[in-house]
Nanobody, 124 residues
């Protein structure tokens, strides 16, 4: 069993940056592919970024490519997403998710464990 806790959300102006963190508890963190998803009010949850349990590849939604960077630290059981050049449309609750030996990164149904989410609000 894996428990995930996100942190780092908050209110930021357009053009600003945030780093979201996800702390994982439990064994074998290095065997889990990790993903970030987000859900805006009235919208479905959508894929943001993912990193393989091997460390590569990393994948991004087209809407965040070039602005967001996902990384992991297996020694600390952490996964991060650096978010730059934030836009009002990035406003959402951001969720961290884990999929053991996952290779289908963009589909939320493949992820076995989810965090509670952290709110990101980007003001214009």
């Amino acid at each position: 069993q894996v428990q995930l806790v996100e942190s780092g959300g908050g209110l930021v102006q357009a053009g600003g940056s945030l780093i979201l963190s996800c702390a994982a508890s439990g064994r074998s963190f290095s065997t889990y592919s990790m993903g970030w998803f987000r859900q805006a009010p009235g919208k479905e949850r959508e894929f943001v970024a993912a990193i393989s349990w091997r460390g590569i590849p990393t994948l991004y939604a087209d809407s965040v490519k070039g602005r967001f960077t996902i990384s992991r630290d297996n020694g600390k059981n952490m996964v991060y997403v650096q978010m730059n050049s934030l836009k009002p449309e990035d406003t959402a609750v951001y969720y961290c998710a884990a999929d053991q030996y996952g290779s289908t990164f963009r589909e939320s149904y493949t992820y076995e464990y989810w965090g509670q989410g952290t709110q990101v609000t980007v003001s214009s």
